[in-house]
């Protein structure tokens, strides 16, 4: 069945990807100036459709609540995306919708750092920190997110060792 689930999804990422670009979707210009941009030909921008589909469709076919909470979790990061695909936007407002996504995760999910190696954390500074922390993971996924594959690859690397 997860064999099944993860090459749908396979598929329906590529289906996806291979739209944007067809029909030029998104397209980062390479003549557009933008911080962190080393492309030297345009490409697409809208990396969060293939995940936000596939992903969709992993919940979906599994009836997955866990599923759920983690879309509903990353809702304020695809809001925040698209934005940016459309609009230059400032640090801050990132930094808002990243607080508020990573704040959903720890109340939904309940994905509470309660140690830290020396002992447990009492529950508002452990709450904190889990939030500090999955804000900090998001910024470091979102400063290497303009590199070709980079991501997407460390993504993969970090599932997997989580897995």
């Known amino acids: 069945m997860i064999l099944k689930i993860f090459l749908a999804s396979l598929i329906l990422a590529g289906l996806s990807i291979s739209f944007l670009k067809r029909n030029k979707l998104f397209l980062d210009l390479k003549e557009e100036k933008k911080p962190q941009k080393v492309h030297v030909y345009s490409v697409p921008r809208g990396g969060w459709i293939p995940i936000l589909t596939s ?7 599994t009836k997955s609540l866990l599923g759920v909470k983690f879309l509903i979790s990353y809702l304020p990061l695809l809001v925040c995306g698209i934005w940016e695909d459309y609009k230059r936007t400032s640090y801050k407002i990132r ?3 990243m607080f508020l996504s990573a704040t959903l995760a720890v109340i939904l999910l309940k994905s509470i750092v309660w140690t830290v190696g020396f002992g447990y954390l009492p529950s508002i500074v452990a709450v904190a920190f889990s939030i500090f922390a999955l804000v900090g993971a998001i910024n ?8 070709n594959g980079l991501s997407s690859g460390l993504g993969i690397l970090s599932a997997l060792t989580y897995f």
């Not at 992903?55 to 076919?61: D, P």
């Not at 470091?140 to 590199?147: H, T, V």
């Open 55 to 61: 992903f969709g469709l992993g919940v979906v076919l």
């Open 95 to 97: 930094f808002v919708f």
């Open 140 to 147: 470091a996924f979102n400063i290497i997110d303009g590199l």
